[in-house]
């Protein structure tokens, strides 16, 4: 049964391929990858439910061992994750279907590529891999960025480029050093040796740091996050929406990750980490208020945000981690489903300037209602979905004695509620002539609905969130046995013949 370990990436692959080679715009074409994703998303719900009672689903590629084989753990953080983006994935491919003008015939296809790289990057039990999953998933970023950008916009995927490309050379290197310390890119080996040999090598923490400024990068922290901004802002609203939901968390999933599993006991990258974490909040947050594109100001809120989850990682306690992984969740879905509403306003609207748009309130009530409840959730209002995550980090931060990490998260949170009276007085409240383009397809409306009850479910189902976080958190630091299970896992091919390296 291990072995449906891969679907959640082979699945996404055949799909971008029957789409690639499937290029007429039509209804079944848009009704085949939605479908696409409903399988999608009930099969990582189902590897939620069994990691939820079995620590680390191991299928070991063609049969070889670890470490001298290719093997993909799953656990219920990576399981929680996979199906998180297998859901917002589904909300942008109906959202998609909803669009008045059809999109260009290689984005739906490009969409599954790099859901299919973003699911490798949870699931990858080895640095090599990690890094290949990585450069799948930014192949087809790079695609979709200029696939529909204005010319005029062209130069934002500059800064895209070139510093992920910086990014990924850093991160080959770092591959490098750690084969050429250890012998071994497999995770679990690699946390064996460095507990009973390697615990004090001062080599260890120069990969750590390097690793840290790899992943805080790909993560859009501070000061790494030049790229980010007018990059999404000029991405068509479904695009956003995929990117802000998913590409920051593999940075930040990456670190936890790595931290937990290879450099639990380096105080220096968490140090920095912690350092990073207050000026992304404070400076992304600072940012969104100058700003009056609507999708600069989130975009900048997505990187104060970010802020949030690094806090909760350089606090590194197990609240902590768990504050952390329960605010992921909460911020893919949250963050994706509020672009989506970014883009319904400015359909309506015309514009993408809050200082063009104007009673929306009175116009468009639904569309209001949905804003304000996930701007709500956002901000971290009780009993919405942000807040029990904050909640958890600034209580594990107070117990460990970070009261200016906990000061500036609190500060950054205010400043967070300000940009979004902002919007909301300007776009929504404010009286104003603006006559309303056109109407919005009801496939839009339905995928944030679907995304704000999602929501509304992980604020008030916040004890069965919590329950969720925790188990991820405890399979995250119970090293033994994912050591045991990935050496012990191994598939027969076909044949019956094992493949024992040893």
Known sequence: ????????????????????????????????????????????????????????????????????????????????????????????????AGES????????????????????????????????????????????????????DLKYAYSYLLLNIIGSGLFLAAGGLVYRLFGTLNFADISERLLFTMGTDNRVVIIS????????????????????????????????GLFAGLLTKVGIYALIRILNLLFNNDPLPLLILFVASLFTMIVGILLALTHRSIRMILSFNLIAHIGFMVLGISIFTGTSIMGTVYYMIHHMVVISSLFLIAGIMMNE????????????????????????????????????????GKLIIIASGISMGSFIGIGALIISSVLTLLSMIIIWFRAFYSETDTVLVKHTSSLQYVSVIGLTALSLCLGLGSFYGTNAAMRATDQLQDLGTYQWMVNQAVVKPIGGVTNDAH
Request: glycine share 6%; hydrophobic share 55%; charged share 10%.
């Open 1 to 96: 049964m291990n072995t449906l370990a891969v679907i959640p990436i082979i699945f996404p692959l055949i799909t971008g391929i029957v789409l690639t080679l499937w290029r007429c715009s039509s209804a079944y074409r848009h009704a085949y990858m939605i479908l696409s994703c409903v399988v999608h998303v009930l099969f990582s719900t189902w590897l939620v439910v069994r990691t939820a009672v079995e620590p680390v689903i191991v299928m070991a590629i063609g049969g070889w061992k670890a470490p001298f084989g290719i093997v993909l753990t799953i656990d219920h953080f990576a399981a929680l994750l996979i199906a998180t983006a297998g859901i917002i994935t589904l909300a942008v491919s109906v959202y998609t």
């Open 349 to 388: 609207t015309g514009s993408d300037s809050i200082d063009k748009m104007g009673n929306l309130f009175k116009q468009r009530p639904l569309l209001s209602v949905l804003f304000g409840l996930q701007a709500l959730a956002l901000v971290g209002i009780p009993p919405f979905s942000g807040f029990w």
């Open 101 to 152: 003008k059809p999109p260009h015939p290689l984005r739906l296809p490009l969409m599954h590529f790099m859901l299919a790289g973003v699911c490798l990057s949870f699931s990858t039990g080895d640095f090599f891999n990690l890094f290949v999953a990585f450069e799948i998933m930014l192949m087809a970023s790079y695609a979709l960025l200029v696939l529909e950008y204005r010319p005029s």
């Open 209 to 240: 740091v390097l690793m840290v400024f790899v992943y805080g990068l790909k993560a859009g922290m501070f000061p790494l996050f030049y790229w980010l901004p007018k990059s999404y802002a000029a991405l068509p609203p479904a695009i956003g």
